[in-house]
């Protein structure tokens, strides 16, 4: 093993290390996270959904589970954790939307295994994930089929897009749906961002989990972020002043 192979292992174990512990000290110093209107905004539209007997249309891009575009995908199967939850109270279960087979099987494990949560294996359907186009243009033309035949009221994208990510959040747009949007893509973020009612910024796509009360595990990796981002600024802030005052060469 290499000295940067070695270093990047010791620094993802330390990441580990400090995700746990402030997991497990969540119960006596609970998390406070600044306001995201897009979350705050997300419960009441479940909510509403489910009250009117309509459906929650969640789109999880046209990305695949292997590769850097993993992680938006991976943030949404827990967001989508908690929105199953929710919609367990309702007859119809969420539908599930994705352009790879294996987040298609992912996803139907997420809502079956939040129906078997609350003793409602029973009203589980295995049509709720379905593989929509293979293709990212193919898929975004199936997205207005699904969002019209099942009646959905909230449109849900987090996931990897391309600029085939607009016709998906135009989809839901001219459905009047509320549309929730986000990617890791910078460009895409543009795009979603003028197109969807309710945008994601930056790393608040990976937030989902710790804002919806996933678990404090999600809480906890959130915290680590932000604790990890304020040692570097500090060490650069520390490097900068020996290196200003002459104390290091």
């Not at 789109?59 to 199953?84: D, F, I, K, Y």
């Not at 409602?120 to 186009?133: C, I, K």
């Amino acid at each position: 093993m290499t000295v940067l192979g070695g270093l990047g292992l010791f620094l993802v174990l330390i990441f580990v290390f400090l995700m746990i512990a402030l997991a497990l000290v969540e119960r006596r110093w609970p998390a406070r996270f600044r306001s995201i209107p897009a979350f705050d905004a997300l419960g009441g539209a479940t909510e509403r959904a489910v009250e009117a007997g309509e459906r929650v249309h969640f789109s999880l891009g046209t990305g695949t589970l292997l590769g850097s575009e993993t992680g938006p995908a991976l943030a949404g199967l827990s967001m989508l954790t908690r929105v199953a939850e929710a919609a367990t109270m309702s007859d119809r279960p969420p539908v599930v939307t994705a352009a790879d087979g294996a987040l298609v099987i992912l996803a139907q494990d997420t809502i079956r295994s939040a129906y078997r949560r609350v003793r409602a294996a029973d009203r589980y359907h295995a049509s709720s994930g379905r593989l929509v186009g293979a293709t990212p243009l193919s898929y975004a033309a199936g997205v207005p089929a699904v969002l019209n035949d099942e009646d959905a009221s909230v449109h849900l994208m987090l996931g990897r897009f391309g600029v085939e990510g607009a016709l998906v959040a135009d989809a839901g747009q001219r459905k009047q749906t509320f549309t929730l949007g986000g990617t890791q893509d910078i460009q895409s973020q543009a795009l979603l961002y003028a197109t969807v009612e309710n945008p994601l910024i930056g790393e608040d796509v990976f937030a989902g989990g710790a804002y919806l009360n996933a678990g404090s595990m999600h809480r906890g990796s959130l915290r680590t972020q932000d604790l990890v981002r304020v040692l570097i600024v500090a060490g650069v802030l520390i490097g900068t002043l020996l290196k200003t005052f002459g104390v290091i060469p």
